[in-house]
């Protein structure tokens, strides 16, 4: 003979949500034009992408795309310079901020 299971109204909020929060998260996705149950998936953590860690994975030649453009050492030289030329620029358009800057701060408290 079975027993009737008395729930307080309380835990049967809690049985409900447990089934509807993941509807709604998943209804809310699709909605906005995602994939709800992968997203639910990834969140959960309950599926990983073919175990592998894309962290530890090293780039093989394989792995770059042929229309990358392969850099000669001139040209890694001149972008090294260019680079250094930019980064001076810069700096001396941070020095002549401040004087302006020093500047405006004279004449406001004239």
């Not at 996705?29 to 994939?35: K, L």
């Not at 969140?43 to 860690?53: A, F, K, P, Q, V």
Request: no cysteine; hydrophobic share 40%.
């Amino acid at each position: 003979m079975a027993r009737k299971i008395k729930l307080t109204v309380f835990s049967r909020f809690l049985i409900v949500m447990l089934f509807l929060g993941p509807l709604a998260y998943m209804g809310a996705s699709y909605y906005n034009g995602e994939d709800g149950l992968a997203n639910l998936k990834n969140l959960l953590g309950i599926e990983t992408t073919s175990g592998t860690n894309p962290d530890n994975q090293t780039t093989t030649e394989e792995d770059i795309p042929a229309d990358t453009p392969v850099r000669t050492d001139a040209e890694l030289l001149r972008l090294e310079q260019e680079n250094l030329a930019l980064k001076k620029q810069l700096l001396s358009k941070d020095e002549e901020i401040l004087q302006l800057k020093k500047e405006i701060a004279e004449l406001k408290s004239r």
